[in-house]
């Protein structure tokens, strides 16, 4: 199997020299439901309709209060359902389950469920708000010109750390210094490409060698990782230990530590010396969606930027669409750990995407870590 090795340097740089801000278990089944009826006029996008969209998104990542906007302006229910990672929901839809009618993969597994032939192709940048995305986000590598996905969230994954609890956190500078200094109450992310990547950075292996397929590299990797011991692995709940105190450090996306940020001002944010993946989420319509034409209305709704911004306002990440910036709440905007400083800019690289090999390898790390435990 060849090695699918496609990180693009440009995509993040993009992003950053435009000034960007830089920017759980799977819960119970959906059900499809009534056949909706657009009230567009033949040739004409639908902007409303009726019965529901059924929404498959990470945790916590959308207000209940915009899903209910959405209904008031287009007729349209959302059933939602949560997942807690890129796997999770792969492996969800793999599984057969079908009733979903927008999901919200990132973007390496946005080309994988496009090669699986998981995905359907509705040409997003045609649609009335497609016009907003943001330029640096219309030819990626993963979905070139748009066809099958609308942006949502971008942002990175560093190290949240409670400064009045873990008097260490100014000299945990890498993942090197997180992985090997035994600190106590700390959480990880349930997230095989995040851990394993940091941990083949702090190993030494650069950002365009992410998807090695040497083993040599993984059993470094590994050996690092058998000294790390995070009192809870997972990816929900995370935020509400760091702001209560019980967690004092924790492998974070930097949205979610906003949020910590917000209701606890003792956490901050660090950038690894080793680097940190950048990453997107994404709307797609996967095939055999009951609700086709319900799935482009909430896309398409959600790329207007005041819907897009009180998306990036509750959920703590910049997003990918224009005219949001000033729609977005100066705490965030003015959070160093959600807009990157220039010194740390150029600690970004792609989230790996790696081809079948690499990816068996992390999964073979990660399994081996998580057993441990
Ligand atoms: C959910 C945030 C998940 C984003 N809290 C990870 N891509």
């Known amino acids: ?63 209940p209060a915009l899903l209910e906007k959405f209904t008031a302006e287009t007729g349209i229910e959302v059933i939602l359902d949560v997942f807690d990672s890129n796997e999770t929901l792969l492996a969800k839809l793999q599984s057969g389950a079908t009733g979903y009618d927008v999901i919200m993969p990132s973007d390496y597994m946005v080309e994988q469920m496009i090669g699986l032939g998981m995905l359907q192709e509705v040409d997003v940048a045609s649609f009335p708000n497609g016009k907003y995305i943001a330029p640096e986000f219309m030819d990626v590598y993963f979905d070139s010109g748009r066809k099958y996905t609308a942006p949502y969230m971008y942002g990175t994954t560093g190290i949240a750390c409670n ?54 590299k993984y059993i470094a990797a590994e050996e690092l990782l058998a000294g790390f011991k995070p009192a809870v692995i997972d990816n929900d709940g995370g935020n509400e230990r760091m702001i209560t105190g019980q967690a004092s450090i924790r492998t974070s996306w930097n949205g979610d530590t906003h949020r910590m940020k917000m209701e606890n001002p003792d956490i901050i944010f660090i950038y690894p010396s080793e680097g940190l993946n950048f990453w997107s989420d994404h709307m797609a319509i996967p095939v055999g969606a009951p609700n086709l034409d319900n799935a482009k209305i909430f896309m398409n709704w959600m790329m207007d930027p005041a819907n897009m911004a009180a998306a990036s306002n509750f959920s703590g990440y910049n997003n990918a669409i224009t005219g949001t910036a000033e729609l977005m709440a100066d705490e965030l905007k003015n959070d160093p750990g959600v807009i990157v400083p220039e010194e740390f800019k150029s600690l970004l690289s792609p989230i790996p995407n790696c081809g079948e090999e690499a990816r068996e390898l992390y999964t073979q790390v990660f399994t081996t870590w998580l057993d441990s435990q």
């Open 1 to 63: 199997m060849k090695i699918m090795n496609k990180r693009k340097g440009t995509y993040v740089a993009a992003l950053i020299a435009a000034g960007a801000l830089l920017l759980t278990a799977c819960g119970g089944e959906t059900t499809a439901t009534d056949e909706p009826t657009s009230t567009a006029p033949a040739g004409e996008f639908p902007t409303s309709g009726s019965g529901v969209v059924n929404l498959y998104n990470w945790t916590d990542y959308i207000d």
């Open 163 to 216: 400064t009045k609890l873990e008097p260490d956190c100014e000299n945990i500078k890498s993942w090197k210094d997180l992985f090997t200094g035994n600190y106590k109450n700390v959480n990880a992310l349930k997230d095989q490409v995040e851990i394993v990547s940091a941990a083949l950075r702090a190993t030494g292996v650069p950002a365009a060698d992410l998807c090695t397929t040497d083993t040599a």
